[in-house]
């Protein structure tokens, strides 16, 4: 595998060893109350590793999963997930590890990106804030955003934004971060210290591009027709979006196992707390006789020391089209683009596909519900992946049952103990877990 100077977090002293090499690291600690005092190549690093680290593992990847069926939990606070049961005091890490791990720093690199007019710094740490604040967004529903990141003054108590708003706030961060891509390359530049694509501001436009691509499809609820077409017109947006499993938007961890993939730190120190090959997904793919099975297996493609946390890929890309073409009627269209995002999965996967595509239930010209058809296999390839989570949401597609009798799967997350403690007045109120999302109504 290509070195790509990755960096590896040690989550509990939350100390960011940055590498300039494959073989020479820096250690870089960070102070969670106020933003770091750091070159910007330390702060990139960190943030796109910790980003990866999080949504990647335990706290993001894994209770989606559980609540998509993608996995079981099988012990300790993952069994407690599996019967629904999540709880205000399991969700402060990871909203400390969003906030003040992640946001909190990306916020310091832009302003001194500005301030120095390092365009290329300042346009990747707005792709990172976008992407990072729609996962929490997506996970919680109204979050801060626009009053927050004032700890360094001693003030934690900042107001929610309304899903909605940050929508448009998300999309104002890509239209800003593509404009400061394509200004001329002044000062320092983002070299081998990104770790997602070592600098290319061409890949990074195209991971803004395609990201609002995500954004568009998750609103189909609010005019089905309306943002199909939205989807379809910004593909065709300058400077392209992600098309080749080689641009795919992604962290490659460490064979180190002290900086290795997140769910690979995970399954060696708390192996038997997630049930992996008991799932619905596992089982449903066993029964085409699909071949991902076998590299979805801890260890394998995923689970790994040196496996890949995937932010956005090219797979997830064409099943995005396909759903926009099919929702348009256009069904040849669809077609193309339904075959392609299968094909990429076994692609990434390194999975043999044979005649997968002619299986009568995955073949397209054989389905009578196509959209079906494409969520349905959308589903199988994201796994691992929250975003997998979002799709059943906003689709119910696939018609996921509950593991816990007549009680309903959740559609949120409980905001964190954190925030009920110290931001109580503005943590908005009549909220259960099955409240839905803005773009889920």
Known sequence: MKCIHKLALTIGAM??????????????NTDPDRPVVAPPASILTGAEVT?????????????????????DGASQQFASYQNYLLVADNFSNSWSNMYQGILLNLVE??????????????????????????????????????????????????????QEDLYKTIDGLLTGAIAD?????????????DVIFEG???????????????????????????????????????????????DDAQVVFLSDPSRANPIYQFNVTRGGYVAYESSYLIKSMQALGDS???????????????????????????????????????????????????KGSFLKVGAAIGNYLSHPEVSFDAATDKLKLILTQKYYALYLQP???????????????????????????????????????????????????????
């Open 109 to 162: 690199l832009r302003r001194l990106a500005e301030e120095k007019k390092y365009y290329h710094y300042s346009g990747t740490s707005k792709i990172l804030t976008a992407y990072v604040l729609g996962t929490v967004t997506d996970m919680w529903g109204d979050v801060p955003y626009s009053d927050a990141f004032k700890g360094a003054n001693f003030d934690f108590k900042s107001k929610y934004d309304k």
């Open 51 to 71: 980003a990866a680290y999080t949504i990647g593992g335990a706290d993001f990847a894994l209770v989606a999963s559980i609540l998509s069926n993608q996995t």
């Open 387 to 441: 975003e997998a989570y979002t799709d059943w949401r906003r689709t119910g597609i696939p018609a996921l049952v509950s593991k816990n009798g007549d009680k309903p799967i959740p559609r949120r997350l409980p905001y964190p103990q954190t925030e009920l403690s110290y931001n109580e007045s503005n943590v908005p109120t009549g909220i259960t877990l099955t409240t839905r999302m803005w773009w889920d109504q």
């Open 292 to 342: 991902r099975v076998s590299r979805y297996r801890p260890g394998s493609f995923y689970g790994n020391k040196t496996s890949p946390v995937i932010f956005l890929s090219s797979y997830e890309l064409q099943f995005i089209l396909a759903e926009a073409h099919e929702r348009l009627g256009h069904h040849a269209e669809a077609k193309a683009f339904y075959e392609a995002g299968v």
């Open 181 to 193: 891509l394509n200004q001329p390359a002044l000062g320092i530049q983002p070299d081998v210290n």
């Open 200 to 246: 290319d501001v061409q890949k990074w436009i195209q991971f803004a591009n395609s990201y609002r691509l995500r954004l568009l499809i998750h609103q189909t609820k609010k005019d089905a027709a309306g943002f199909a077409q939205k989807v379809i017109a910004a593909a065709a947006a300058p400077g392209g979006i992600i098309t080749q499993e080689a």
């Open 15 to 28: 100390a960011l060893i940055m590498s300039s090499s494959c073989k020479k690291y820096l250690d870089v």
